[in-house]
């Protein structure tokens, strides 16, 4: 687990990585957390100590899921993807839909918040663009997923949307009228200009059948009145317009470590020796100088004796086997091994 602002030079490792006995693999992030800290230049180093089947996919179109005799039953499943890139949601459909029923997928999304890396992701042969990294491991994993954030509008129909791009919102231009709702109901006046310092507090919500929402971060206000997001948004699909206060976020990500002990314990009844922290890069970005409360949230739930780490993400991925697989924005994903 790479932080961006680290001189990390694959050419120069490679020849390092391939005389390993082991299986390599990894990702560059906005971020990396140890303990109660983040960091944005180091490396976080894990091994994980036992098999693992590791897959390369080069391109998110040209995966169709995994054949049906390599599927385990009791897989866990670690995935990295290139967090710009897209049909994510698309990806881990497929990822779901042929792996049966599983104790638990964790992951997040790979990428440079000031675009200084085009090869996000490497395994121990090469870099990959625009792909993705599955690892699948014979082991037990409680996963817990929270946000915190909250409806302010809604509900909305997204009647026009192509992958990650919304065109149109209640048959309205979808910027103009994301400009129009916060002008009126909140007074904020957000355009091109300053839409990403404006769209960090105001993300989309999407409603799932079961009442949950789905956070959507918008990046970009396109020429012709579209938006573009992290994620995909399906055409028809009821979304709301969220806002955020930070105490309800930070109590979120503690909502989240309790969730994945919580599930640990249900599944092999055990405490768990490992926490894996997934957290948006986004939220970091929406709570500054008090993310340092929401991580020290986190390592206070946790045990003295069980170590934290992890990555700040483009993107979060997480499902227990209970429910879909989902990628997530905004959101803190916590998973105990």
């Not at 082991?22 to 800290?37: M, Y």
């Not at 490396?43 to 693992?52: F, K, M």
């Not at 909250?150 to 209640?170: F, R, T, W």
């Amino acid at each position: 687990m790479v932080a961006e602002n680290t001189l990390f030079d694959y050419e120069m490792l490679r020849p390092l990585f391939k005389d390993f006995d082991v299986l390599v693999f990894g990702g560059i992030f906005p971020g990396v957390i140890f303990e109660d800290v983040h960091y944005t230049e180091g490396v976080v180093g894990c091994s994980i100590e036992q098999p693992i089947l590791l897959d390369v996919v080069k391109s998110l179109d040209d995966f169709s899921g995994f054949p049906c005799e390599t599927v385990a039953s009791n897989d866990s499943v670690l995935i990295l993807v290139d967090g710009r890139t897209g049909n994510i949601s698309a990806f881990l459909n497929n990822i779901f839909e042929t792996s049966g029923s599983r104790r638990g997928f964790i992951g997040g999304g790979a990428g440079s918040l000031y675009n200084q890396h085009k090869h996000v992701l490497f395994s121990q042969e090469e870099c990959i663009d625009q792909g993705a990294i599955i690892v699948r491991a014979k082991s037990s994993i409680g996963v817990g997923v929270s946000h915190g954030w909250q409806p302010m509008y809604g509900p909305l129909v997204v009647n026009s949307a192509k992958g990650n791009e919304i065109k149109e919102i209640n048959w309205q231009k979808a910027f103009p009228y994301y400009q129009q709702i916060l002008l009126e109901k909140e007074k904020v006046l957000v355009e091109k200009a300053n839409f990403f310092d404006i769209a960090k507090s105001y993300p989309f919500g999407m409603v799932k059948m079961d009442g949950s929402i789905i956070v959507r971060d918008a990046i970009q206000a396109e020429e012709e009145g579209s938006m573009i997001l992290i994620g995909e948004i399906p055409q028809n699909s009821i979304i709301v317009l969220l806002h955020g206060d930070k105490s309800q976020l930070i109590g979120a990500a503690g909502d989240a470590v309790k969730q994945a002990f919580q599930r640990y314990r249900e599944l092999t009844g055990k405490r768990g020796g490992h926490t894996l922290l997934v957290d948006c890069i986004s939220r970091v970005l929406f709570l500054g100088e008090d993310f340092k409360k929401e991580l020290k949230v986190v390592r206070e739930h946790i045990p003295d004796n069980i170590p934290l780490f992890g990555i700040l993400s483009f993107g979060e991925i997480a499902s227990n086997g209970d429910r879909y697989l989902e990628f997530y924005n905004k959101t803190t994903v916590v998973g105990v091994l």
